[in-house]
């Protein structure tokens, strides 16, 4: 993504209006400081945030 068009997949979910409080991102193991800025701001997770019981913990 970041190749082709100059943003990353964050960037792009967020400009679509996808990346909301009802995303997970699976998978965010690389994920720069503004891509974590973008998340916690649309309050949105990621995988690594979800613990067993299901309660989310923040960035």
Known sequence: MLKRF???DSEMLQSFGLLN????SAHATQITK???I???TEQAVTTSQ???DGI???L
Request: no cysteine.
């Open 6 to 8: 100059g943003h990353t």
């Open 21 to 24: 409080q009802h995303s997970v």
């Open 34 to 36: 503004q891509v974590q």
């Open 38 to 40: 973008i998340i916690k």
């Open 50 to 52: 979800i613990r067993q």
């Open 56 to 58: 989310d913990t923040p």
